[in-house]
């Protein structure tokens, strides 16, 4: 039985220590203007009513702040005695420690930080840092016993080594934290427990600016698509046929020679790398490891695996729909050349969409196609190793004190509730695209852990080099993955069966 749940229990002890070692008044004016005379007359009243009104709005005033008080999840005037409070940005930089006028979500912030400040008499600075560094700091730290910092904002990878070595303070265990509050991100708590069912991080959705980032986005060309005169993929979403067989047929319609020249001057798809392989799989229910009777598996040497890389490898190689690059080429070329409309379909993570709000022509963004032989949910996604995750350290830290400025960081901002996200997302991210926007969160509902990417080390690039014998036609797909699946196998014995 194939499960993700269980990649939560995985320890890399030995990847840790070898890692730590080695080294973010209601429509109408008070005057009447702008109402009819009746209006204007009944705002008259006598000196004697507008007294206890005021006295009423006084008291409804206090009364609410009084229940604000009530609801609030920490005592806004709890006395920190001075305590120095460390966030460590080695990663997250302008998260947690922006400049000031850059950004309005960044000088709330600021005015946060001062707010608590002042409030509870502490100081919260700052550790800006490379990863070298930072290891550097922890390792000192856990030998010395002297805090390093309170907070780092970690991605997955380095959250699973720190909590698989003890470096981390328990979630589930502290005060002011609650971490079934709506604010805490909903979509990856799964992801981020330990083997003792706790959380030892968190991510949130409290600020505006905030969102998930799930892998395998296919972005498309609304115009293009309309131009050539292509089936609209969201209907076929919609429809449950956005499907590899359909797609396939689109890319062969979307690649053409428009001006006559011999040459084509529009392809189906372009991407960096070989995500087009890595969706494929994923999308098609392969995963680089699963659990089976409890026991870790190497899960690429299967017809599932199989078939997804003969997929790609049509689409590169033998209908040559995939727009490719020299080996050399800047990273940025695929994109440049979606958004100048030299292909219909381009691959990449969600972050992307943002950019293409400057071009002429349209955009949407869909998951990659479902595949024939994937069982569970669609649409398909991952977590990567670039997913964001935010912890306390515990040693030398005063984790009450600790949790009750965290929690307060992570507040909603004033006039922004909780779900703001949402709507900010949609209007700067997604450019007001509902469609994409639903099946967005759609994704982050569905979305896995790419097992050996964030758990697994130097060993995913194993796995790369074998979808790169495929792209390149070396080894059949079955060649290709067979050739690291005893390798493989044993890291996974040895360190998880």
């Given at each position: 039985m194939k499960t993700t749940k269980r990649f939560l229990m995985v320890v890399f002890a030995l990847m840790i220590m070898l890692s730590v070692a080695a080294c973010s008044s209601n429509g109408k004016e008070a005057n009447g203007v702008g109402g009819t005379e009746e209006d204007a007359d009944s705002t008259e009243v006598s000196s004697t009513e507008d007294a206890g009104q005021d006295a009423s709005d006084r008291l409804s005033e206090a009364d609410t702040e009084a229940e604000k008080e009530e609801t609030l999840s920490y005592d806004p005037n709890l006395d920190l005695e001075g305590y120095e409070y460390v966030i460590a940005c080695f990663y997250g930089q302008d998260v947690w420690h922006p400049e000031s006028g850059k950004s309005e979500m960044g000088d709330l912030l600021l005015e946060r930080y001062r707010e608590?400040?002042?409030?509870?008499?502490?100081?919260i600075k700052f550790i800006d840092c490379t990863t070298d560094e930072f290891l550097d700091g922890i390792n000192t730290s856990a030998a010395s016993g002297i805090k390093y910092a309170d907070q780092v904002h970690l991605n997955m990878d380095m959250y699973q080594r720190l909590m698989s070595a003890g470096y981390l303070t328990s979630m589930n265990e502290l005060p002011y934290i609650n971490i079934q509050d709506e604010k805490w991100n909903p979509y990856y708590k799964e992801v981020i427990t330990g083997q003792d069912g706790n959380l030892y991080g968190l991510d949130f959705l409290s600020w505006p600016n905030r969102k998930p980032y799930p892998d395998q986005?296919?972005?498309?060309?609304?115009?293009?698509v309309q131009e050539l005169g292509l089936t609209d993929p969201y209907e076929m979403y919609d429809k449950?046929?956005?499907t590899w067989e359909n797609f396939h047929k689109l890319l062969l319609d979307s690649t053409r020679d428009t001006n006559g020249d011999g040459e084509n001057d529009i392809y189906g798809i372009t991407c960096v790398g070989n995500l087009l392989e890595y969706a494929a799989l994923y999308s098609n229910g392969a995963h680089t490891f699963d659990v089976v009777d409890g026991k870790y598996q190497f899960g690429l040497a299967d017809d599932a695996a199989y078939k997804a890389l003969q997929f790609t490898s049509d689409i590169r190689n033998v209908d040559q729909t995939f727009l490719s690059f020299p080996e050399d080429a800047h990273w940025g070329m695929p994109l440049d050349t979606f958004k100048a409309h030299g292909t219909?379909?381009?691959m990449r993570d969600i972050i992307y969409f943002q950019d293409l709000k400057d071009n002429d022509h349209e955009f949407g963004m869909l998951p990659f196609p479902k595949g024939p032989d994937l069982q569970g949910n669609y649409p398909m996604a991952t977590w990567n190793a670039d997913t964001q995750v935010q912890s306390i350290l515990k040693i030398g830290t005063d984790v009450e004190k600790a949790a009750y400025i965290f929690n307060r960081i992570t507040e909603p901002f004033d006039g922004y509730p909780v779900g703001e996200w949402e709507s900010y997302a949609l209007r700067n991210?997604?450019?007001?695209?509902e469609k994409a926007f639903s099946i967005f969160k759609e994704m982050c509902e569905n979305a896995i852990p790419d097992g050996f990417y964030v758990y697994g080390g130097d060993n995913y690039g194993k796995i790369s080099q074998a979808l790169y014998d495929t792209i390149n036609q070396t080894k059949t797909p079955a060649e290709a993955l067979n050739s690291i699946q005893e390798e493989l196998q044993t890291y996974l014995d040895e360190n998880y069966n």
């Open positions: 608590i400040e002042e409030q509870n008499n502490c100081t986005c296919v972005f498309f060309n609304k115009t293009l449950g046929e956005w219909v379909f381009f991210h997604f450019m007001k695209d």
